[in-house]
């Protein structure tokens, strides 16, 4: 009689196996003390519990009936050949215990969806739910007010085909999130946690994106130029918020704009020839920056030549500006009357939106570093390019930047450029809707 009982609970190969109708009456609470999950399911970690792993849904969140999140890359989830997937289904060989849970299974169901019908809580990681709502938000609001995007093939562009890169190139679906909490967070300001959402995928999105344009292949390239373009997109936006006293020009987002051109170069040059690559279509679209029709006057200056030396500013003036610096201002006055004679043309806003973004690459490093030195004419120069935009404080990425800067600009002028700010001041006076100095 012993022996028979004994093969009886061997039966499956193993030893002492607990007798399973105890676990039908003891049913006891999870142990929440010195059982920590490093790499488990979000939920567990957020309750301090061991996770047992098991995809796709682990134990405890299978028991509790409740939605069940995988958020960190260690951790792989387990191979079909090596762990089965969790039948919902109970197996005839299934655990006492086991059975009894699927037979509550509706209960557990029915207690869960309040917390399952409302907008999940963070639990220390990034919630399905949130990624869901930003990827949304981008392909049906984010990406219709990016620049180019009043034409077609490039609204497609943003909202179907970019989405599709970032699926293969975590950088870009990061830079995605960023932009899209920041715009959210634009259009709606009480919904403060956006802010500490942007920071995050913002944050994973440079870093990620700094390790992979260091060996640029074909596989990546497209994206990387896509990421490139949010990234910098974000980091103009963030000009609507950074402290101006004492002010400084915002030399950080000029240097990386023309940091990613090296980036654009290497992605250019692997996908040389390509005609799948979706950021051709960006290019082709550009504005041309050579039309004539935008370049006319005296040394293509036109209506901001009193921004360069006359005899009527004095010998003195005329003796500091040597011809090498004289053809650095030169240069970007002349830009910035392209852009003015491209406004007065009406020129769709969004193909203005791309002649201001791309003002950091026409401009020579010489004016960047007299900007840097805070040289008075670069700032007055600097303050008429803001003012540029001031026709488009309704393009949420671009606000009241304009009239933030030029106020900001004329406290720290003084002497003969005084006279030279009335165009700047007049005009983000007439456009912009805030007209408060602070």
Known sequence: ?????????????????????SHVYKKSGPRLAHRKSRNGCQRCRARRVKCDEAHPVCRDCHRHGVAC??????????TAQTEPQRSSAPSPSSHPSQIALAGNHEAATAAATTELCSPPRWEGGYHAYTELRLLHHFTIGTSLTLPGAHLQSIKDCWSIEVPKLAFVYKPLLYAIFAISALHL??????????????????????RDHRVCVGNIDTMIADAACFTCILLLID???????RPLDPYRPPMEWMQLVRGSVSVFDAALSAIQGSETARIFSIIHSAPSLTDPSFTVGTCGCGHFSYLLPSEDFGAGDGKQLRPPKLEVYRSTVAYINSIWLAIEAREHPAMICRRLMVFPLVVSQEFLQLLQEMEGRALVILAHYFALSATLTDIWWIGH???????AIEKMVNGQWVTSMSWPLTTVAS????????
């Open 185 to 206: 967070y634009r259009s709606k300001s009480n919904e403060t946690a956006l802010i500490g959402v942007r920071a995050v995928y913002l944050e994973r999105a440079l």
């Open 1 to 21: 009689m012993t022996q028979t009982l004994r093969e009886a609970t061997t039966t499956d190969g193993s030893q002492d196996q607990e007798n399973p109708a």
């Open 431 to 438: 456009h912009c809707r805030i007209c408060t100095k602070s």
């Open 401 to 407: 930047t304009a009239h933030r800067e030029v106020l």
């Open 235 to 241: 980091a103009f936006t963030s000009l609507q918020d």
């Open 69 to 78: 999140l995988y958020d960190r890359s260690e951790g792989q989830r387990p």
